[in-house]
């Protein structure tokens, strides 16, 4: 996986799609964070797929940065 963010979008059932954000920091030999969330899904709200993606890309920065900090500290 090249760095950067990765997201993917899996059907669970009529109302709801599971969220796999992948953050990798490096190309090669580099950390890598993977978040799974559930979330409401996208024929049952009113926001288009980047607008989904887009706040699915917020969401792993704030996960990446806090596990960041844990590493630091």
Do not use: C, Y
Request: aromatic residues 4%; charged residues 35%.
């Amino acid at each position: 996986m090249a760095k950067g963010v990765d997201i993917e979008m899996m059907p669970l059932d009529e109302d709801h799609v599971r969220a796999k954000i992948t953050w990798s920091e490096q190309d090669v030999g580099g950390g890598k964070l993977v978040v799974e969330v559930t979330v409401k899904n996208i024929k049952t709200i009113a926001k288009t797929d980047d607008q989904l993606r887009s706040d699915a890309r917020a969401l792993a920065v704030r996960f990446a940065r806090a596990f960041a900090d844990t590493i630091e500290n």
